[in-house]
């Protein structure tokens, strides 16, 4: 009788175990699919930003910023907005 209790207990604690490893797991797929979701709009933002340019000062800056898109990679705007 007191085996029969100490295995149900190993039993209860390998179907905790089990049921926090099925939870987690769930949350890894969770988080995976929301840093891609953030990395491909981290992407599209820098890819927008890329397209702006302070004025002929900043002329470097426009090859830093499409090197930094490309790195990530996004797509610059084939001609910066020069504001």
Known sequence: QEQSAGIEQVNQTITQMDETTQ??????????ASARSLEQEASDLAA???MFRLGDDDAGSEVLIQDRVARIGGSPAAQPLVV
């Open 23 to 32: 939870q987690n797991a769930a949350l890894v797929e969770e988080a995976s």
């Open 48 to 50: 927008a930003v890329a």
